[in-house]
């Protein structure tokens, strides 16, 4: 979902929800029963299988739906606004090293008022940790700055004023209508790029693309949760190397030709 940021940025794709460089997850959230090539987006973008039918596309999440019913993301939040601020940070930093930072900071400054109160050489010193810490702090008191002054302290509920907001693109946007105001968006990062790709999902050449492709093959009453369930299984099973194929519960709806054994290897 990289790598970009879901900071408006260059990049092509960013990775998890804003970042690069997720690491091994160790407890998968569907049953493993193992993973796929190696490769940049260029890769899947010249060899992305075709376009599965709406019969299996039904299927396979009518399987992620009855191993995770409820999909959760992984980046703590108590409001829309400390999501939005978790997603934002989260460009070029994993999960758990946002959740680790904004622990503490979430407790001294949890709306956009707190976060100017708290100030941006503080904000800074709670996040230090985490890749490009400095623009990141600017872009949160920007955005907090202006939360505030345009927006009565409320974080809005529209993809366009998300958008207007700094460091928020439009992936970003995407995540928080999702979890938040449960609007089924589609927030791509690099797992579901490559998930989509591989198997036949949604692929495409670049993220739009694959965007447009879970939007526009995805059943309906699949759509709220699409975006959890294959970022999940991308992040899990179908990793980038040594995927899981062996243990992949939609091993054999997926058209990924180089699947792997259980062990990984190819």
Not at 104 to 130: N, S, Y
Not at 194 to 200: D, E, H, V, W
Request: aromatic share 6%; glycine share 10%; net charge positive.
């Amino acid at each position: 979902m990289r790598p970009g940021s879901c900071a408006k940025s260059p990049g092509p794709i960013a990775r998890s929800y804003g970042g690069s460089g997720h690491r091994p997850r160790t407890s998968p959230p569907f049953p493993v029963s193992s993973g796929l090539p190696v490769g940049g987006f260029g890769l899947y973008a010249r060899g992305m299988a075709k376009q599965l039918s709406y019969h299996v596309i039904h299927k396979i999440f009518s399987r992620f739906r009855a191993a995770r019913p409820e999909p959760k993301g992984e980046l703590h939040h108590t409001n829309a606004y400390t999501l939005l601020v978790a997603v934002a940070l989260s460009a070029q930093a994993t999960d758990a090293g946002v959740n680790k930072v904004t622990r503490a900071l979430f407790k001294a400054a949890d709306t956009p008022q707190k976060m100017l109160d708290l100030g941006e050489e503080a904000l800074i010193e709670h996040i230090k940790t985490i890749g490009l810490f400095r623009n990141k702090a600017r872009n949160v008191m920007k955005l907090s700055r202006l939360l505030v002054g345009d927006y009565g302290g409320e974080v809005p509920s529209s993809r366009a004023a998300l958008q207007s907001l700094p460091g928020v693109g439009r992936k970003t946007a995407n995540v928080v209508l999702n979890m938040w105001w449960r609007h089924p968006a589609q927030a791509v990062d690099t797992h579901i790029f490559r998930l989509g790709n591989r198997s036949g999902i949604a692929p495409g050449k670049d993220v739009d693309a694959v965007e447009r492709a879970i939007e526009d093959h995805i059943p309906a009453e699949f759509q709220l949760h699409a975006h959890h369930w294959m970022i999940l299984h991308g992040r899990y099973v179908c990793v980038a190397r040594k995927p899981k194929c062996g243990g992949c519960i939609i091993r054999d709806l997926c058209q990924f030709e180089e699947k792997t054994k259980d062990d990984g290897q190819l």
